[in-house]
């Protein structure tokens, strides 16, 4: 079987998640194939045949530059004569691509895909999180979008030979347009960290946000909120986490100051590793963490910090 993962770029550069779907790719069949559109920036290519890829079809038309859900969807389904599965990050613009391709080339699609397939099986995460799917791919096509860290990133993998794809342009794609683009800001982006900081109401407002801010520094991490943070306007809304905000799925989330209700769970509860700081021993968010410190978040932040910058040298 020969898979085609599509790799997303920002600003020149791979997404990690993207990476994933390259090696989940390289696992799931005998060749894997990326398709990327735009510029690269140097050296990306080689982080591509790294994670597993032996071959990247590179999209150099102007027009398909920028992200486009329909042009991009006609030319990966155009691409998907040569493969028999096409595999994507679970993202903003891998969801509506992803259900788009499966319908022009008559695929099975399974979303949220959480573990490499067992043969024709993808394991598929539901009801945010809180349950599993087994679900039966059926066809000789196949379409799996997969969630953060459902397979372990390759970083041992050969060269990848580059190689130019031109896809037909239809003008019925460029019917919308895109008038303006505002991007998240901050060091890490949320979607693509692998350690998440996040505070709550309990860090009783925006003047204190420096310590996470410092300690999300420290870790290498992005900094994320509660929703009742975002409504209040202490922290900008695209760092909300939870239900109706961002989902995430890192290595380690640590919550400061976030009681842990039901909504905010749902967003966060796909996490390897749950940290919870908060002085509230009762805190519904202790029940589904891995680890728990009971204590004053401003006596505990600093401290952790400072431990960590020792720690580091």
């Not at 347009?177 to 505002?182: L, W």
């Not at 929703?227 to 809304?237: E, G, L, T």
Request: aromatic share 6%; charged share 20%; proline share 4%.
């Amino acid at each position: 079987m020969s898979a085609l993962a599509f790799v997303e770029l920002d600003g020149g550069k791979v997404k990690k998640s993207s990476l994933e779907a390259v090696t989940y790719a390289s696992t799931v069949a005998d060749d894997a194939t990326a398709i990327v559109f735009g510029a690269l920036e140097a050296g990306q290519t080689d982080l591509i045949g790294s994670a597993g890829a032996s071959k990247v079809l590179h999209v150099t038309d102007e027009k398909l530059a920028s992200p486009n859900i329909m042009a991009y969807a006609s030319a990966i389904a155009e691409a998907m004569g040569a493969y028999d599965m096409l595999v994507l990050a679970k993202s903003s613009l891998g969801d509506p691509v992803s259900a788009r391709v499966a319908i022009k080339i008559n695929a099975a699609l399974a979303a949220n895909v959480s573990a490499v397939l067992s043969g024709d099986v993808a394991k598929t995460s539901i009801y945010t999180g809180k349950a599993f799917a087994n679900t039966k791919l059926n066809g000789e096509k196949r379409v799996v979008s997969i969630k953060k860290n459902a397979v372990e990133l390759k970083t041992d993998g050969g060269s990848a030979a580059v190689e130019s794809f031109s896809p037909a342009i239809h003008d019925g794609d460029f019917k919308a347009k895109v008038t303006s683009t505002e991007k998240a800001t901050g060091d890490v982006l949320l979607p693509e960290a692998d350690i998440v900081v996040s505070g709550g109401r309990g860090l009783k407002g925006p003047e204190n946000w420096a310590m996470i801010e410092e300690l999300a520094k420290t870790l290498g991490a992005a900094t994320a909120c509660s929703k009742p943070v975002s409504d209040m306007d202490w922290r900008p809304h695209h760092e909300h986490v939870g239900q109706t905000g961002i989902k995430v799925s890192p290595t380690l989330y640590i919550a400061v100051g976030i009681s842990g209700a039901i909504q905010h769970l749902a967003g966060v509860n796909s996490s390897k590793v749950i940290v919870v700081i908060n002085k509230d021993p009762e805190a519904p968010f202790f029940k589904a963490a891995d680890y728990g410190v009971v204590g004053d978040a401003f006596e505990v932040i600093p401290k952790l910090t400072e431990a960590i910058k020792a720690q580091q040298g």
